[in-house]
């Protein structure tokens, strides 16, 4: 080995100047009080003057390690029922501050914003990020594993801000009854706070402002000390629902549906949550987007229903390569078409350093589809700081049959490898089985390491999936293979004279299929990125060199006329992107990727826009052409999705989304309103018109689907 490729390792691993991430106070001590807040944002009550504020942040971007630019406090207080955090982000030129969104679930990225991460379980692994902006907007998020989150996931809490002068000013209630925690006097409860102020382009955080982690990293927190003999007051949440709608299909007419329905949670303890629901319903979810598939893999399309989100991290099981043990969209939806549940009762949360989810799910039948029973049993204990061992088991049973899915895991995760980089390491060995018998070729397994750090990121991975393995509970997007992967990215942060603000360079990303039966190669695809950066404005380019190979067996339908025959086909593309700054007014990303498709060549050019024309009102649209040359002809395709918002306030939203897709000749419209009337209770208006004929066919105003519904969801907690 050379010297030079010892050089290299070494500046890898050693280059960056290491700081503890840990400055003092690193502990924040809230406060009891008996006396009312008044809750506006503005922060005059008596308890914010007497409550200990902290204002001790440090910037992660753009100087590392400096103190953060702008002053910033903030203070935190409790009663009988609720947590409340008083927030002060000054602000020397207030005209500089960035809010262009009022909607709940804002992208709170790009605009000025505050995050507060609590941690009840102090687990160095699980917790709840709130983030709000100078309007007061609202977006959340359920932490996981310490570098990823659910942003679907919606609690019950409030923010109100005020804007003046001196900066922007906010008060948070978050309810005890949003958060599970253990019970007891002097609770010890991780925390950490993070300002964004994008005009600068500054990242500041209260503690654990590494690089080599965000707000996510559980571990990295501060404590928040001061909580004492806290309890859930209301042991129970009914949440009833009525809807009333309309649907007309162009072959049956209309049908005015009346449904009542809706979920009981019983908090059994502050640690564990027992929801039970009927009849539920999912009306107000918005409609998916349906991209162009030029592959032969069928596309993944993520959980949007709330039923299934809460809690969502108590059920993944990860197989690798994009499979799953456990997709929830597997339960009360066929072929996209809803399936009618019939009740439901789900079990999760933590005991101890036990993590249990379990779900068990009844459909009604529909059409030839018999009524089917769903259960999802998934266990994690914790070991050590961030470890964990644990197991799934899942099972589908109806009259006809049952399919079962039994499967271990265990994963190794420090924070403090090589004195402060993050490593994990995880093995995962599953089988499936039917009407509760062995099947042969029906294991898969899969092994890897990660070490995402900001100079490094590195992950390899090996995997094998036996061709009979099948999760009727879960998602398989390739079966019968055994795969090896290996990511290798390197973000040096040289030239900053010139504005850069770092390097993306991408070594080498590639997986190699073979095929299990066989041992022959299947698929091997690659990607390379000799030159890309992000720079100090916020702008970001990449240059990619993509080397694709694939072994077609049998023909695969790209349209109803044009088939890719069998071979072996090797391919070559090239790819270029360039993005502005997403907090400006006006943002816009473009690709342009061209080479080998096939047995002919492709060209696609993608681009996105986003307009900001007030903080109420927001616009963006993305378009995608692919212009494919073939022996058998030249295909030209084209999708179209627009999204329009407007927020009346930030309890009340009306949203336009728009989708075309000419290749599966799909035409969607989605239009919602969504009102707030108090945290926690929600009314919608949806209304979703289709088409169904060709598109060259289409009479625009005469759809084949319409659905109109009025749906409201009260909350009752007692």
């Known amino acids: 080995m050379s010297r030079k490729f010892y050089f290299i390792f070494i500046f890898i691993f050693c280059s960056q100047a290491l700081y503890s991430q840990k400055s003092n106070p690193s502990e924040i001590f809230t406060h009891p009080f008996q006396s009312k807040i008044k809750f506006d944002g503005i922060l005059n009550d008596s308890i914010w003057q007497k409550t200990k504020h902290i204002s001790n942040f440090t910037q992660r971007e753009l100087n590392y390690g400096q103190e953060i630019s702008e002053r910033t406090e903030v203070a935190i207080a409790y009663n009988k029922n609720n947590l409340y955090i008083g927030i002060w982000c000054y602000q020397n030129n207030p005209s500089e501050i960035v809010a262009k969104f009022m909607n709940p679930d804002f ?9 507060v991460m609590i941690s009840p379980f102090n687990d160095n692994r699980t917790g709840y990020l709130f983030a709000i902006n100078p309007n007061g907007a609202r977006s959340d998020i359920l932490i996981s594993g310490g570098e990823d989150g659910n942003e679907d996931w919606n609690g019950v809490w409030d923010a109100k801000t005020t804007v003046n002068d001196s900066g922007w000013f906010a ?18 409860w991780a925390v950490n706070f993070e300002r964004d102020i994008v005009s600068k382009n500054e990242q500041a955080l209260w503690q654990g402002w590494s690089r080599d982690n965000s707000i996510f990293s559980v571990v990295k927190a501060g404590n928040l000390t001061g909580l004492n003999n806290i309890s859930y007051s209301k042991k129970f949440e009914l949440k009833p629902y009525v809807l009333a709608g309309r649907h007309f299909d162009k072959n049956n007419g209309n049908s005015y549906p009346l449904k009542l329905g809706g979920d009981l949670n019983v908090f059994l303890s502050p640690t564990l949550k027992l929801n039970l629901s009927t009849f539920t319903d999912f009306a107000q979810v918005e409609s998916d987007r349906i991209p162009v598939n030029l592959s032969r893999f ?6 949007k229903r709330q039923f299934f989100l809460e809690g969502y991290d108590y ?8 499979n799953s043990a456990f997709y929830s969209r597997e339960i009360g939806i066929e072929n996209g078409k809803q399936i009618p549940i019939i009740a439901g009762a789900r079990l999760f949360g933590k005991i ?4 249990i989810g379990f779900l068990n799910i009844q459909e009604a039948s529909l059409d030839t589809l018999p009524s089917t029973n769903n259960t999802v049993f998934r266990y994690k204990h914790d070991i050590g700081k961030q470890s964990y061992i644990g197991g799934i088991f899942t099972n589908v049973i109806n009259r006809s049959h049952s399919n079962q899915v039994l499967g ?6 420090s924070a403090k490898f090589l004195k402060d980089k993050n490593i994990t390491v995880t093995a995962r060995a599953t089988s499936s089985f039917d009407n509760f018998k062995t099947q042969k070729e029906a294991f898969t397994y899969r092994l890897s390491a990660d070490y995402p750090n900001d100079l490094v990121d590195n992950f390899m991975a090996i995997g094998s999936m036996q061709k009979n393995f099948n999760p009727e509970l879960g998602y398989i997007r390739r079966s019968n293979y055994n795969s090896y992967s290996w990511y290798l990215r390197i973000s040096p942060r ?7 603000k770092r390097l993306l360079l991408k070594p080498w990303g590639f997986t190699v299929y073979q095929t299990h039966s066989s041992g022959e190669l299947e698929s091997f695809r690659n990607e390379t990125r000799p030159l890309g950066a992000v720079f100090k404005s916020g702008e970001r380019f990449e240059v990619n060199l993509i080397q694709n190979y694939d072994r077609i067996d049998s023909p695969f339908n790209l349209t109803e006329s044009i088939d890719i025959p069998v071979g072996k086909y090797m391919m070559y593309k090239y790819e270029l992107q360039f993005e502005t700054y997403q907090a ?14 096939y047995t002919g060549k492709v060209q696609t050019f993608e681009g996105d826009i986003g307009l900001n024309i007030n903080s109420h009102f927001n616009v963006n649209g993305s378009y995608t052409r692919n212009l494919l040359d073939l022996p058998e002809g030249k295909i030209i395709t084209n999708e179209l999705a627009s999204y329009l918002n407007y927020a009346f306030t930030t309890k009340l939203n009306f949203t336009f989304f728009a989708q075309f897709n000419d290749l599966d000749e799909v035409m969607i419209y989605n239009i919602r309103l969504h009102w707030i009337p108090r945290i926690g209770s929600d009314f919608y208006f949806v209304y979703n018109i289709g088409y169904e004929d060709s598109i060259k066919e289409i009479e625009y105003f005469k759809p084949q689907t319409t659905d109109a519904v009025m749906k409201l969801v009260y909350r009752i907690a007692f």
């Open 171 to 188: 008060e948070i209630i978050i309810p005890f009854n949003t958060l599970q925690f253990k019970t007891g006097n002097n609770l010890n």
């Open 315 to 322: 059920y993944r099981f990860y197989l690798g390569d994009m």
């Open 494 to 500: 040289w030239f900053s004279k010139y504005g850069i």
């Open 584 to 597: 400006r007014r006006v943002w816009a990303f473009l690709l342009y990727n061209w080479g080998d498709f």
């Open 107 to 115: 992208d709170y990225r790009s605009d000025d914003n505050f995050q």
């Open 408 to 413: 271990l895991d265990a994963s190794y995760q």
């Open 352 to 355: 101890g350093n036990n993590n």
């Open 298 to 303: 069928n596309i993944y399309y993520p959980e």
